[in-house]
């Protein structure tokens, strides 16, 4: 193709140099032209001023030696030649076309001097002579077309040079190029198909390339994205800090810890953004070292676990001080969880450990004969028991716990809460006459699909406490809503104070210890309804007035 287009080239100049010649001889005639015109003329003018009538031979021969070209006839009006630098005609020239039409330059061959000729004619009235001049039609000729000649054999040697030079230096053109593309090629791992000097093969070349190269840096673009999506969403915060203190990358976990104002916080000095004395030391000095180090770090009542480690990469080394990756991990749940767990043995341990005192001091008064009236055994023999009996419920009911938190699978069916409402009721029948509680209930029979000890047992434990925390003579008043499959039970008792409200599902929490006591209670109660609430998706909420009113309402979400 390269050699194509050289050829098409020198074409090109070849017929350009052509055209110009064909140009340049039209002028060069067209000006010989004219200048034989205004010769003949220049001639005719001469003639005419030194003719007197007689002298046609002095007039003649003077121009004749000047020029040997110019040729002067003098005719008679009526055609006969009476004189002429040339041969004499005997033809009669009254139709020559230069007599015909006086001051008219005529061109034709000339039979008598053998040459194309012009003429030029005028007619002198004083002598009644026709006066001719004619030139031959220039030599200019000749000239023009040794010109012609010596051009197309220049044009030809101009044009085989020219596809010569242009030929070098395309090639030498196409050199760098052609060690581009293969640059290229190298980078892409894109082996090069095609050798030769051919611009358009190349240019195919440089297409494939390309190609290569925008599929590449759409995968890259892909990979960042993908690659901030992870880190956008992972359960951690990340945060990469460089050498000179600028915080390079941090994910949206990280910036939602740290920055209360959520502005960007790329570029800035972690500095700014950490404000903690203690966590800024260990940077500098993993910046320093080869470190790692964990902390806590505590914002918003929130408790996070960081991890420092140093980085190598060489985008994060600043002088003499490496990068820095900080992990952090939002621990507060976990670290509530602890903490629960570590009340819940002090509890337990405590709550067990009362009862068992008791005990022990009763059977020691026994056996070291310290009591030894029937009467007075008979009495810390009952008091044993019913604290053995306290012991065993609250054994119980911790495993009871246990065993909710470890979801194990329990046969579910489709019961009617009108039916466990009406069960427990009657079960507690004793404890209501005793107090004379009277029972309102509002009933919209619906099924719940749920297992049914955990059923009877939320209903059992919510209407004993409003039996066990009402007043004499009061009312519980249950309410059942098919249409939300609602439960409320609300009785006239205490009531339970705001404080407290949110505490009363807590392990052993009691509002008031002794009287919960009194009644055989632990505070583990409510603490197992809320668990076997989480465990069926029954959401469950508490409203109370002191001294007035203390209302559960559960609703049983469909799973
Ligand atoms: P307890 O065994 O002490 O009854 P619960 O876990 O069932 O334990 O209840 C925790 C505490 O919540 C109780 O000690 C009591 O102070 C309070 N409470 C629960 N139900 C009621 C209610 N209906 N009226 C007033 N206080 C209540």
Same mark, same amino acid.
């Given at each position: 193709?390269?050699?194509?287009?050289?050829?098409?080239?020198?074409?090109?100049?070849?017929?350009?140099?052509?055209?110009?010649?064909?140009? *340049?001889?039209?002028?060069?005639?067209?000006?010989?032209?004219?200048?034989?015109? @205004?010769?003949?003329?220049?001639?005719?003018?001469?003639?005419?001023?030194?003719?007197?009538?007689?002298?046609?031979?002095?007039?003649?021969?003077?121009?004749?030696?000047?020029?040997? &070209?110019?040729?002067?006839?003098?005719? *008679?009006?009526?055609?006969?030649?009476?004189?002429?630098?040339?041969?004499?005609?005997? %033809?009669?020239?009254?139709?020559?076309?230069?007599?015909? @039409?006086?001051?008219?330059?005529?061109?034709?061959?000339?039979?008598?001097?053998?040459?194309?000729?012009?003429?030029?004619?005028?007619?002198?009235?004083?002598?009644?002579?026709?006066?001719?001049?004619?030139?031959?039609?220039?030599?200019?000729?000749?000239?023009?077309?040794?010109?012609?000649?010596?051009?197309?054999?220049?044009?030809?040697?101009?044009?085989?040079?020219?596809?010569?030079?242009?030929?070098?230096?395309?090639?030498?053109?196409?050199?760098?190029?052609?060690?581009?593309?293969?640059?290229?090629?190298?980078?892409?791992?894109? %082996?090069?198909?095609?050798?030769?000097?051919?611009?358009?093969?190349?240019?195919?070349?440089?297409?494939?390339?390309?190609?290569?190269? &925008?599929?590449?840096?759409?995968?890259?673009?892909?990979?960042?994205?993908?690659?901030?999506?992870?880190?956008?969403?992972?359960?951690?915060?990340?945060?990469?800090?460089?050498?000179?203190?600028?915080?390079?990358?941090?994910?949206?976990?990280?910036?939602?810890?740290?920055?209360?104002?959520? %502005?960007?916080?790329?570029?800035?000095?972690?500095?700014?953004?950490?404000?903690?004395?203690?966590?800024?030391?260990?940077?500098?000095?993993?910046?320093?070292?080869?470190?790692?180090?964990?902390?806590?770090?505590?914002?918003?009542?929130?408790?996070?676990?960081?991890?420092?480690?140093?980085?190598?990469?060489?985008?994060?080394?600043?002088?003499?001080?490496?990068?820095?990756?900080?992990?952090?991990?939002?621990?507060?749940?976990?670290?509530?969880?602890?903490?629960?767990?570590?009340?819940?043995?002090?509890?337990?341990?405590?709550?067990?450990?009362?009862?068992?005192?008791?005990?022990?001091?009763?059977?020691?008064?026994?056996?070291?004969?310290?009591?030894?009236?029937?009467?007075?055994?008979?009495?810390?023999?009952?008091?044993?028991?019913?604290?053995?009996?306290?012991?065993?419920?609250?054994?119980?009911?911790?495993?009871?716990?246990?065993?909710?938190?470890?979801?194990? &699978?329990?046969?579910?069916?489709?019961? *009617?809460?009108?039916?466990?409402? &009406?069960?427990?009721?009657?079960?507690?029948?004793?404890?209501?006459?005793?107090?004379?509680?009277?029972?309102?209930?509002?009933?919209?029979?619906?099924?719940?699909?749920?297992?049914?000890?955990?059923?009877?047992?939320?209903?059992?434990?919510?209407?004993?406490?409003?039996?066990?925390?009402?007043?004499?003579?009061?009312?519980?008043?249950?309410?059942?809503?098919?249409?939300?499959?609602?439960?409320?039970?609300?009785?006239?008792?205490?009531?339970?104070?705001?404080?407290?409200?949110?505490?009363?599902?807590?392990?052993?929490?009691?509002?008031?210890?002794?009287?919960?006591?009194?009644?055989?209670?632990?505070?583990?109660?409510?603490?197992?309804?809320?668990?076997?609430?989480? @465990?069926?998706?029954?959401?469950?909420?508490?409203?109370?007035?002191?001294?007035?009113?203390?209302?559960?309402?559960?609703?049983?979400?469909?799973?």
């Amino acid at each position: 193709m390269r050699k194509k287009y050289i050829f098409i080239n020198t074409v090109i100049l070849f017929v350009s140099l052509i055209i110009f010649l064909i140009t *340049s001889i039209s002028i060069v005639y067209y000006l010989n032209e004219r200048n034989t015109n @205004n010769s003949i003329r220049n001639y005719l003018s001469i003639v005419e001023a030194s003719y007197d009538g007689t002298n046609m031979d002095t007039v003649a021969s003077r121009i004749h030696t000047s020029n040997k &070209d110019v040729r002067i006839t003098f005719i *008679s009006s009526d055609g006969q030649v009476l004189y002429d630098t040339s041969k004499v005609s005997e %033809e009669n020239h009254l139709d020559r076309p230069e007599i015909k @039409n006086l001051g008219t330059i005529a061109k034709r061959y000339s039979n008598t001097t053998n040459k194309k000729m012009y003429y030029l004619a005028s007619y002198d009235t004083d002598s009644n002579v026709y006066v001719r001049v004619s030139i031959p039609e220039a030599s200019v000729s000749d000239v023009v077309t040794k010109y012609a000649y010596y051009s197309i054999f220049g044009a030809l040697i101009l044009s085989i040079a020219s596809f010569g030079i242009i030929y070098l230096a395309s090639k030498k053109l196409v050199k760098p190029l052609k060690e581009e593309i293969v640059n290229l090629s190298n980078i892409t791992n894109n %082996e090069l198909s095609y050798d030769g000097d051919d611009i358009v093969e190349l240019s195919h070349q440089i297409e494939g390339v390309r190609k290569i190269i &925008d599929k590449n840096i759409r995968d890259i673009k892909y990979e960042t994205l993908k690659l901030n999506y992870i880190i956008d969403n992972m359960n951690n915060g990340v945060i990469i800090i460089s050498g000179d203190d600028k915080i390079i990358l941090i994910n949206n976990l990280a910036i939602d810890i740290l920055n209360d104002n959520k %502005e960007n916080i790329i570029d800035k000095n972690y500095q700014d953004v950490f404000k903690d004395f203690n966590i800024e030391n260990e940077i500098v000095d993993t910046m320093n070292n080869d470190y790692k180090y964990e902390t806590i770090y505590k914002k918003n009542g929130r408790i996070y676990a960081v991890s420092i480690a140093s980085l190598f990469a060489t985008f994060v080394i600043k002088g003499n001080k490496h990068g820095v990756a900080i992990f952090i991990r939002d621990i507060t749940e976990a670290k509530m969880l602890e903490q629960v767990k570590l009340d819940f043995f002090a509890n337990a341990s405590h709550e067990l450990k009362s009862p068992l005192t008791t005990i022990i001091g009763y059977q020691q008064m026994i056996s070291e004969g310290i009591i030894t009236e029937e009467s007075e055994i008979k009495e810390a023999t009952s008091k044993t028991i019913k604290e053995a009996t306290r012991m065993n419920q609250i054994i119980i009911q911790m495993l009871e716990l246990s065993k909710l938190e470890m979801e194990t &699978d329990v046969e579910k069916k489709e019961l *009617s809460i009108i039916n466990a409402i &009406d069960g427990v009721l009657e079960s507690l029948d004793v404890l209501l006459q005793n107090k004379n509680i009277k029972v309102i209930k509002n009933f919209e029979d619906f099924n719940v699909f749920m297992n049914m000890d955990e059923l009877y047992h939320i209903i059992r434990n919510l209407i004993e406490n409003s039996v066990k925390y009402n007043k004499e003579n009061g009312t519980i008043t249950i309410t059942l809503e098919k249409d939300n499959k609602m439960l409320s039970i609300k009785d006239s008792g205490i009531g339970i104070s705001k404080e407290n409200q949110s505490r009363i599902f807590e392990r052993f929490y009691r509002v008031d210890k002794a009287k919960s006591k009194d009644l055989g209670g632990n505070g583990l109660g409510l603490a197992i309804v809320k668990h076997i609430c989480m @465990n069926n998706n029954i959401s469950i909420e508490v409203k109370s007035e002191l001294n007035e009113y203390t209302e559960f309402i559960l609703k049983f979400n469909d799973k």
